[in-house]
Antibody, heavy 119, light 107 residues
Framework: QVQVVQSGAEVKKPGASVKVSCKTS????????MHWVRQAPGQRLEWMGW????????KYSQKFQGRVTITRDTFANTAYMELSSLRSEDTAVYYC????????????WGQGTLVAVSS | EIQMTQFPPSLSASVGDRVIITCRAS??????LAWFQQQPGKAPKSLIY???NLQSGVPSRFSGSGSGTDFTLTISSLQPEDFATYYC?????????FGGGTKVEIK
């Protein structure tokens, strides 16, 4: 049974960093690509980037380039997304989603992690 | 960046109605198109991939069609559990982008 479980909600101050984890089970982690997608209040879903579970290659949206870092731990079947220099506009629910390779649909989703940025 | 435009942004319908949601890509994306359903406070759930393929476990009242730039999601007979927001998404290269969503409400 496929499971994608994310870490809990975070409250951060502007300028800080946040790191969200995404633990998977029920499929071969190294055969999948782990994406990060966020949804700010009232906004559409926004793709941030991905990491290849096997090779560790990453691809980031230009919008977040320089502020986002996606990593993975193949022994723990877990992906991580770290976003730095947080501002209030980064308040959103962050989702991890998995696809069987690049140019493939997002088959499995985590439950989402709320990150609130407030002074 | 490929822009995904959905319409209508919202609609009201009754149980049993046929509902059609449209998604247009700003350039051709072949059939690299997925549809998702999102209930309030929940993660998106994959319904359709490759424009017309039903994900495992998704009821057959859902169907998708289209290729190139124009796509549709059809719910043949709306059920109470179908009231939600629906998103299209392309995966024809990077960045992946999503439509603005269509909120299906009870009439």
């Amino acid at each position: 049974q496929v499971q994608v479980v994310q870490s809990g909600a975070e409250v951060k101050k502007p300028g800080a960093s946040v790191k969200v984890s995404c633990k998977t089970s029920g499929f071969t982690f190294t055969s999948y690509v782990m994406h990060w997608v966020r949804q700010a209040p009232g906004q559409r879903l926004e793709w941030m980037g991905w990491i290849n579970g096997g090779k560790g290659h990453t691809k980031y949206s230009q919008k977040f380039q320089g502020r986002v870092t996606i990593t993975r731990d193949t022994f723990a079947n877990t992906a991580y997304m770290e976003l730095s220099s947080l501002r209030s506009e980064d308040t959103a629910v962050y989702y991890c989603a998995c696809s069987f390779g690049d140019w493939s649909p997002l088959d499995y989703w985590g439950q989402g992690t709320l990150v609130a940025v407030s002074s | 960046e490929i822009q995904m435009t959905q319409f209508p942004p919202s609609l009201s319908a009754s149980v049993g109605d046929r509902v059609i949601i449209t998604c247009r890509a700003s350039q051709g994306i072949s059939n690299y198109l997925a549809w998702f359903q999102q209930q309030p406070g929940k993660a998106p759930k994959s319904l359709i991939y490759a424009a017309s393929n039903l994900q495992s476990g998704v009821p057959s009242r859902f169907s998708g069609s289209g290729s190139g730039t124009d796509f549709t999601l059809t719910i043949s007979s709306l059920q109470p559990e179908d009231f939600a927001t629906y998103y299209c998404q392309h995966y024809f290269g990077h960045p992946i982008t999503f439509g603005g969503g269509t909120k299906v409400e009870i009439k």
